[in-house]
């Protein structure tokens, strides 16, 4: 049967309108791109009361594939299909729940990620072993090899990269150098190969009971320190832990692309040789639970709503590349296109994922100020005056790497809202 056969079956079971085949029709229709036809092809079966289809029709209303995005109504499909007993609903909930904007943030989140975690949901797995990475009871800590290990036999590559990093670095576990490389090689063969080097940032560690899951953790207020008040800038060692940063570089390491800078003429991003390095953005459809609360922890740590943020762009700078002298506030015109109502860049939120051997200090030239790049540790800074004005002072550039690499996660934080969930 060819493909296009293979279809016009499908349009002949879907025509007796029995909801399995319809969504069969509909994730056929997801993977030719025909996504419209999908979306209301999905709404049928779901309103049919078929759980599988609900959840795709709730995705596809989060992301507005097919459709204009609608965060509520997603939530109000993922609430009936969690009713008809699907943990990964309840997953989504959670997802939602924690950006605090389409539902509320409440004591729901733990229950549902747990849910999905006890039904084997990679994602809700890497969640929590990134969660119990950060709690000093040696038991949290084996829960978190079990669930990272547990995903990695799930295909999760990721969470066999995080764990593979712990094992042979003896990390929070006996180090276990063999069972280490088996699983490199294993990736290997997949064309994965090892993270850098990330060394482990002094943090303060969670202080939530054994065993308990407190996704809100994101939220807890950290210790920053004001390196300059004219322009404002400041900084917080071990705000990620050295997990969070293996994560977002495992995450983006697939997807990088030539790093692209907004002209100043067109408004438009192209590449430019003031930014020489690479980097990946996380699209929504991307951002699972993990990558949320690392993004939530940034927000929190710079004082602005999760909602205001853009998408997190994680960079790579190799020998030679930089970002020379530049502002992060748009040029008016170039915000046109891009979420107009959100307003200006406020502030700036980046985060040193490994250590470099020399260079790719964060300079701020009117500040006379040098960050050095620590894994973990982040430097925030105001883009615009109080009064929303851009503050040119704000001049600030990534400093030529001289040996190493320099992974760093950017996030740029609007006036108003970016995201709607
Ligand atoms: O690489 C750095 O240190 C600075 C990065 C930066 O300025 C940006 O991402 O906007
Ligand atoms: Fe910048």
């Known amino acids: 049967m060819n493909e296009d056969t293979a279809l016009l079956e499908l349009r002949r079971q879907a025509h007796t309108g029995s909801p399995p085949a319809l969504f069969r029709l509909a994730s056929a229709l997801v993977v030719r791109h025909e996504l419209e036809e999908a979306f209301t092809l999905h709404r049928r079966a779901a309103e049919a009361g078929l759980a599988n289809a609900q959840i795709e029709y709730a995705r596809m209303l989060m992301y507005g594939v097919g459709c204009e995005a609608d965060a509520e109504l997603a939530a109000v499909w993922f609430l009936r299909a969690e009713m008809a007993g699907s943990p990964i609903a309840g997953y989504f909930l959670a997802l939602i729940a924690l950006g605090g904007q389409a539902l509320p943030r409440d004591g729901r989140i733990n229950e549902r990620v747990m849910h999905a975690v006890k039904a084997d949901y990679p994602p809700a797995l890497r969640a929590a072993a990134l969660h119990f990475a950060r709690k000093a009871h040696p038991d949290d800590q084996r829960r978190c090899m079990q669930l990272l290990e547990r995903g990695a036999d799930l295909g999760d590559a990721v969470a066999a990269r995080l764990f593979a990093e712990r094992l042979a670095l003896g990390e929070n576990c006996k180090a276990q150098p063999f069972a280490a490389s088996q699983l490199r090689q294993q990736l290997a063969s997949y064309g994965i190969g090892p993270l850098p ?85 996380v699209d929504p459809i991307l951002e699972d639970m993990a990558l949320r609360a690392v993004q939530l922890r940034m927000t929190a740590a710079a004082g602005v709503p999760f909602s205001h943020a853009e998408h997190l762009t994680v960079l790579r700078y190799e020998p030679g590349q930089e970002y020379r002298p530049h502002r992060d506030y748009r040029p008016p015109g170039s915000i046109e296109g891009d979420r107009p109502d959100a307003g200006n860049r406020l502030r700036t939120i980046c985060v040193y994922l490994n250590d470099v051997e020399a260079g790719g200090e964060t300079e701020f030239p009117i500040a006379g100020l040098r960050v050095m790049p620590r894994p973990g540790r982040a430097v925030i800074f105001d883009n615009l005056h109080p009064d929303g004005s851009p503050d040119v002072d704000s001049l600030h550039a990534g400093l030529p790497v001289e040996r190493g690499v320099k992974w760093l996660a950017t996030l740029w934080l609007r006036q108003g809202p970016y995201r709607n969930y």
């Open 197 to 281: 080097r990330v060394a482990v940032p002094d943090y303060v560690p969670l202080d939530v009971p054994a065993g308990e899951l407190q996704m809100d953790d994101v939220l807890r207020p950290v210790d920053l320190k004001l390196q300059s008040a004219r322009p404002r800038v400041l900084t917080v060692d071990g705000l990620l832990s050295a997990d969070d940063c293996r994560l977002l570089i495992a995450n983006a390491e697939p997807r990088l692309q030539r790093s692209q800078t907004i002209d100043p003429n067109t408004g438009k991003p192209v590449p430019l040789e003031i930014r020489t390095s690479r980097d990946a953005a």
